[in-house]
C-alpha cells in the first residue's frame, strides 16, 4: 500500500514555482522517497529522490523535512509542459513502488 | 538515459484469447522488471516483480494464472493476459531497474490493451 498522501490538484502560473506537498509519516529510517510525473497516456518520467538531505537537479528541487515525515517537490519555474501528475512514492526494502493518487499539477498562462 | 520499450504499444483482443506484452531494457542490464496497471483515472497498481531466472512475485489479489510473466534475460520481460475479458483492458506499464544503480525505475512508454 502507499505510504504517502498529496493533494489531489494544484494549480500554478507559468513561469512561477511550483511547490508540490507530499506526507510520508510512516516512513522507515532506511526508505527512500522519489518523485515522478505523468502526462497522459505515457509512462512515468523520473524527477528526483532523496533519503534524508535537501536534493537538486536539472529538473527540479526536493525539500525533506528533518523528522523525514513529509517533502516538497519544487520546480522552480513553471511551463505549461509541466502540466502532469505528480506522485510522491516511498520505496521500500524490496525496491517496490507503491503509487499514491498524485497530485495534477495544471500550469496555467 | 536508461531507456524502456514496449511493444505493441496499443493491442485490441477479443475475449478468451490472450496477449503478449513485452518489456526490454535497451541499453542497460534490468536485474528487476516490475510490472503496473493502471485504469482511467486512476494511478499505477503494482502487479508483480520479476526478476531474471526466477518467478515473479504476484501482488495481493493479482493472479499469477492469468497474467503470466517470464523474465528469461537481463533485457526481456514479457507479460501474457490469458483468457482476456473486457474487465482486462487497461493501461500495462513495465518497469525496469538498473544492475549497478538499482534505486531508480526507468519506466516504459506502456502498452494499451483493449479487449471486445
Known amino acids: 500500500d502507499a505510504k504517502t498522501t498529496q493533494p489531489t490538484s494544484m494549480d500554478c502560473a507559468e513561469g512561477r514555482a511550483a511547490n508540490l506537498p507530499c506526507n510520508h509519516s510512516?516512513?522507515?529510517?532506511?526508505?527512500?522517497v522519489y518523485w515522478y510525473r505523468q502526462i497522459h497516456s505515457q509512462g512515468p518520467q523520473y524527477i528526483i529522490h532523496g533519503l534524508k538531505n535537501n536534493e537538486t537537479n536539472e529538473m527540479a528541487s526536493l525539500i525533506i523535512t528533518e523528522d523525514r515525515k513529509s517533502s516538497t517537490l519544487i520546480l522552480p519555474h513553471a511551463t505549461l509542459r509541466d502540466t502532469a501528475v505528480y506522485y510522491c512514492i516511498v520505496r521500500d526494502n524490496f525496491n517496490k513502488f507503491y503509487f499514491g493518487s498524485g497530485t495534477k499539477l495544471n500550469v496555467k498562462p | 538515459g536508461a531507456v524502456v520499450s514496449q511493444h505493441p504499444s496499443r493491442v485490441i483482443c477479443k475475449s478468451g484469447t490472450s496477449v503478449k506484452i513485452e518489456c526490454r531494457s535497451l541499453d542497460f542490464q534490468a536485474t528487476t522488471m516490475f510490472w503496473y496497471r493502471q485504469f482511467p483515472k486512476q494511478s499505477l497498481m503494482l502487479m508483480a516483480t520479476?526478476?531474471?531466472?526466477?518467478?515473479?512475485?504476484?501482488e495481493q489479489g493479482v493472479e499469477k494464472d492469468k497474467f503470466l510473466i517470464n523474465h528469461a534475460s537481463l533485457t526481456l520481460s514479457t507479460l501474457t493476459v490469458t483468457s482476456a475479458h473486457p474487465e482486462d483492458s487497461s493501461f500495462y506499464i513495465c518497469?525496469?531497474?538498473?544492475?549497478?544503480?538499482?534505486?531508480?525505475?526507468?519506466f516504459g512508454p506502456g502498452t494499451r490493451l483493449t479487449v471486445t
Open positions: 510512516t516512513i522507515s529510517g532506511n526508505e527512500y
Open positions: 520479476s526478476n531474471e531466472g526466477s518467478k515473479a512475485t504476484y
Open positions: 518497469s525496469a531497474t538498473d544492475r549497478q544503480y538499482s534505486y531508480e525505475q526507468y
